[in-house]
């Protein structure tokens, strides 16, 4: 059974040379320049490490992983062809893939050394399934939700956190009993049909604007997921690219909930999602200014520096191309046209950039907040596209609002405010935006795709300058 | 504990570190790819599935190690192409290169 030392040899090496490659194709994402060449650097070690398993002697038929191979290529080449407005239901929905693999061999690993598993093998094993098999249908109700099959707003209900909380106590629970008697494998499913119930149970209180939190959090399961199947199969391997994976999916976490003013507990425990109170109904009705296109068009001639902040509503409308049209004709007059980018616009992390950029806007007028904020009080128009809550003045300043503290783009301290929105209803969280009442602010009332086309076929006129 | 397992937890922290140090630097505007990145390169647990798929040890490690190989096969395409496919889409304002 075992494997010659040459062969050994070539196998460790190849894998040696595949986690260079993955550290180094991590590395050369940190700039556009070199991306792509991390993506092939990825490849190359991907491809170098399959290589080196299949010299693996403990391999005595090859039928069934041939068949797997090609099965498994068939579906990803779809994967890997989705619109990019899926990405983010398509992220998801690998994120559940890869959970399901890591969960299966975990099974099997399981039935194959019961009842002779030490303490700590166990441990790691049963780390491995509970959250692979969470993150599996965890990742499946969230792709569910984007891609609106399943109703995106948050179901909630009374005592629900104590629920969750209990099946995980429970699958944890059986996890030690296990530890201490792994002869026990009547208890086996259960350790993992708890938690894919927990799994669904943790998704069911996401509405969609948590959505860049939660697929962050669940990438980084998978990656900590198969770091414990690195310790289970002793594979240095796949411990180092769990780690890889789960710190990033830890980093995004991390990043997502601060732009949401959240607290890391709140996030790691999945309480997030909780319904907003409805916006206070106290208010008297306020005056909002409005504008046709004919006349945001002269206004945006007009100006020299341009802010465009991109929301969900953007990527809904599809009206990113448009957006590309309005930013050329602004830019063939001669204005400095940017766009500032929340870092929770959007469904996942970077949502935005990538729609942006498949529009074919260069990427360095793509800012993020910390770069685009200096910039607001300079800028004579800020346009806002499908984003609410993450322009909401009302997180600075009162604190009573529900989204007090988060950190928003200062979209108010431009000359003038441009909204363009289908009507006065308050956005997803159901808070009221006191930027919408303000002197300075225009109302642009329509859908985002036909409004922008408007604005641009007024700029085509080329009366308005 | 074995000398086996406290060599892999050395692992697992240094890697976490580097991990955490690496990714720190990417660009923002980037963080779409770098998750479906990650993902592909996650999907190296395929390696683990494919060693149990090919040992033949009994018909149901078969089967399940058979089932992961091609869920991981396909974030392994599907990631690889995906993130290829968005990062083509980045272009500068700039001509050519600096």
């Known amino acids: ?465 | 504990m074995s000398l086996d397992l406290t060599t892999s937890l050395y692992v697992f922290m240094l890697a976490g570190f580097i991990g955490f140090e690496v990714i720190r630097r990417v660009s923002p505007l980037l963080h779409t790819p770098l998750m479906s990145l990650t993902n592909a390169l996650d999907a190296i647990a395929i390696v683990g599935a494919i060693v149990l798929a090919g040992a033949h040890r009994s018909t149901l490690t078969t089967v399940l190690a058979t089932v992961a190989v091609v869920a991981a096969m396909s974030n392994v395409v599907g990631g690889f192409l995906i993130t290829d496919r968005m990062l083509k889409m980045f272009k500068s304002s700039k001509p050519k290169k600096p």
Not at chain 1, 209 to 223: E, F, H, K, R, W
Not at chain 1, 334 to 354: E, L, Q, Y
Not at chain 1, 367 to 382: G, K, R, S, Y
Not at chain 1, 410 to 424: G, L, N
């Open chain 1, 1 to 465: 059974m075992s494997t010659p030392p040459l062969t050994e040899l070539i196998i460790q090496i190849s894998y040696l040379i595949a986690t260079a490659l993955f550290i180094l194709a991590l590395k050369w994402l940190s700039s556009p320049t070199t991306a792509r060449r991390g993506v092939w650097a990825g490849e190359l070690g991907m491809f170098l490490a399959i290589g080196g398993t299949l010299l693996n002697h403990e391999i005595v038929e090859y039928k069934w992983i041939v068949i797997a191979l090609v099965l498994g290529s068939i579906i990803g080449v779809p994967l890997g062809l989705v619109h990019m407005t899926a990405v983010p239901q398509r992220t998801a929905l690998s994120h559940a893939f890869g959970a399901f693999c890591v969960t299966l061999v975990g099974t099997a690993e399981f039935y194959l050394r019961s009842p002779h598993i030490p303490a700590f093998m166990m441990a790691v094993l049963s780390m491995e399934v509970i959250l692979g098999s969470l993150t599996f249908t965890g990742s499946l109700m969230a792709a569910g939700k984007l891609q609106e099959v399943l109703p995106q707003r948050p179901i909630t209900y009374k005592g629900q956190n104590l629920v969750n909380l209990t099946l995980l106590a429970v699958a944890v629970g059986i996890a030690v009993y296990l530890v201490v008697h792994p002869d026990h494998k009547q208890l086996f499913p259960f350790m993992i049909g708890i938690p894919l119930v927990f799994g669904v149970m943790m998704i069911v209180p996401i509405g969609g604007a948590d959505m860049p939190t939660v697929i962050s959090l669940l990438n980084s399961y998978a990656g900590l997921s198969a770091a414990a199947m690195g310790f289970v199969l002793d594979s240095k391997l796949l411990i180092i690219a769990g780690a890889l994976d789960g710190s990033s999916g830890f980093i995004l976490s991390v990043i997502m909930s601060k732009a949401m003013n959240r607290s890391f507990t709140n996030v790691l425990f999945g309480a997030f999602g909780q319904v907003q109170p409805a916006a206070a109904g106290a208010q008297e009705a306020r005056t909002v200014r409005s504008a046709t296109a004919e006349e945001a068009a002269g206004i945006l001639a007009a100006a020299s520096t341009v802010v465009i902040v991109p929301g969900y509503g953007m990527a809904v409308a599809q009206a990113q191309h448009k957006v590309r049209e309005l930013y050329d004709a602004l830019t063939k007059r001669g204005v400095d046209v940017k766009f500032g980018i929340h870092p929770v616009a959007g469904r996942m992390p970077g949502h935005m950039n990538v729609l942006l950029a498949e529009a074919d806007v260069p990427y360095d007028k793509l800012l993020d907040m910390e770069a685009v904020n200096p910039e607001f009080p300079q800028t004579d128009v800020a346009l806002i596209i499908g984003a609410n809550d993450v322009t909401n003045p009302a997180a600075r300043t009162d604190r009573s609002s529900p989204i007090y503290g988060m950190p928003i783009l200062d979209v108010d301290k431009a000359k003038t405010v441009m909204v363009i929105k289908r009507s006065m209803n308050p956005g997803f969280a159901g808070i009221d935006n006191p930027l919408y009442y303000d002197q300075k602010t225009l109302m642009l009332f329509g859908d985002a795709k036909g409004f922008v086309g408007e604005i641009v076929r007024e700029l085509g006129h080329g009366g308005h300058a």
